[in-house]
Structure formats: structure tokens, C-alpha cells
T-cell receptor
Framework: KNEVEQSPQNLTAQEGEFITINCSYSVGISALHWLQQHPGGGIVSLFMLSSGKKKHGRLIATINIQEKHSSLHITASHPRDSAVYICAVGYNNNDMRFGAGTRLTVKP | DAGITQSPRHKVTETGTPVTLRCHQTENHRYMYWYRQDPGHGLRLIHYSYGVKDTDKGEVSDGYSVSRSKTEDFLLTLESATSSQTSVYFC???????????FGPGTRLTVL
């Protein structure tokens, strides 16, 4: 079992829809990261969270430390949001573990 | 964008040959990482460095070695490449552990 579980694996939405991607992890972490991988392969760091909530434009990330769960929300989705979204957790020993990713397709 | 480059971007080699991948940064970040990305596995940490000459193993370090002789360069070496090492390799940097990581463009390695 992967230490980091993401759901759903694949998600198709219509432009304008509100999107939620979930991430659960099994042990205590030092930080949680959300990454975006573009169709061309490039990886961009979206958020780094250790508690609470962060917002950047139409993206919102939340984390519940007690429940070991994080969500990434996209408001007013757009076709350019189509990408693979990856959740990753960091541990105090500098190790990082990654989820398998959620492939998002937003249709016009 | 953070200044991270990887070279080569693509490489095809034969089983048993040595291969070295280079990651170069212009951000003066202390931490550097090597990951591999494979279908069905996602990204996995191979090795990381927390300073010049300071490195440690990650989740999938067998068959790989690394070196960091100066802040800006982190080299990943496959001493004797195997077909199971066919993958896309990403380098990343961060100022400190737990901080946001910035990724290089990736190197696609094919071992025949």
C-alpha cells in the first residue's frame, strides 16, 4: 500500500466546475506538497503546507493534520488546468514520498 | 522559474554501460534531489544532498551513486546501466527540507 493515496486517479470536468482532489497519508509528516505536472512533463510546485489552508489564485489547498488528509481545490476550472496533480509528503529525515497523481482533464 | 538545468535531456544507452546525469542550479540552494518517475509508481527519491559532499540515500538508491563537489552541481551515476533503470529522471532543489522544491525539466533515459 502506498504511503500516500490520492483520489480520484482520473477526473474529467467541464470548464467552470469546482474541482477537488484528495490526498491521504499514513504517518506523521513534516510538510505536504502539491505539485502540478504539465502534459509536456514539467513539474511545478503549487503549495507547501504544514497546517491550515493556503490560496493562490483559483487554487486552494487545505490540510487536516489529525485526519492525515489534504485537499486541493480548483475554482472555476479552465482547460489550461488540465494536468496531473501530485501530492507529496515530507518527513523529518528528509525523505519524500509521492502519490501516484490525479490526471485532470477540463473540457471547454 | 528557478534556474535548474539537466543534461542530457535524452539519452539512449546499452545495458552495462556507465551513465552520468548532471543537474545544475544557479539558485545557491543547499538541498538537491534526484527522483525517477515511472508509470504506476509516480516519483521516487533516489538520493539527495544537503550540502557539498553531503549526500544520503532515498527510497530507491540501489544501482545509483551521486556526487556533489560544488553547490551548483549534483551528479547521478549509473555505474552499469540496466533496463530497469529506463525512466525519466528529475532533479529538484530546495532551500531547506520541507520547503517548496523546484524541479528541473527531466532527463529521459532509455537502457536497451
Amino acid at each position: 500500500k502506498n504511503e500516500v493515496e490520492q483520489s480520484p486517479q482520473n477526473l474529467t470536468a467541464q470548464e467552470g466546475e469546482f474541482i477537488t482532489i484528495n490526498c491521504s497519508y499514513s504517518v506523521g509528516i513534516s510538510a505536504l506538497h502539491w505539485l502540478q505536472q504539465h502534459p509536456g512533463g514539467g513539474i511545478v510546485s503549487l503549495f507547501m503546507l504544514s497546517s491550515g489552508k493556503k490560496k493562490h489564485g483559483r487554487l486552494i489547498a487545505t490540510i487536516n493534520i489529525q485526519e492525515k488528509h489534504s485537499s486541493l481545490h480548483i475554482t472555476a476550472s479552465h482547460p489550461r488546468d488540465s494536468a496531473v496533480y501530485i501530492c507529496a509528503v515530507g518527513y523529518n529525515n528528509n525523505d519524500m514520498r509521492f502519490g501516484a497523481g490525479t490526471r485532470l482533464t477540463v473540457k471547454p | 522559474d528557478a534556474g535548474i538545468t539537466q543534461s542530457p535531456r535524452h539519452k539512449v544507452t546499452e545495458t552495462g554501460t556507465p551513465v552520468t546525469l548532471r543537474c545544475h542550479q544557479t539558485e545557491n540552494h543547499r538541498y538537491m534531489y534526484w527522483y525517477r518517475q515511472d508509470p504506476g509508481h509516480g516519483l521516487r527519491l533516489i538520493h539527495y544532498s544537503y550540502g557539498v559532499k553531503d549526500t544520503d540515500k532515498g527510497e530507491v538508491s540501489d544501482g545509483y551513486s551521486v556526487s556533489r563537489s560544488k553547490t551548483e552541481d549534483f551528479l547521478l551515476t549509473l555505474e552499469s546501466a540496466t533496463s530497469s533503470q529506463t525512466s525519466v529522471y528529475f532533479c529538484a532543489i530546495s532551500e531547506s527540507p520541507g520547503q517548496a522544491q523546484y524541479f528541473g525539466p527531466g532527463t529521459r533515459l532509455t537502457v536497451l
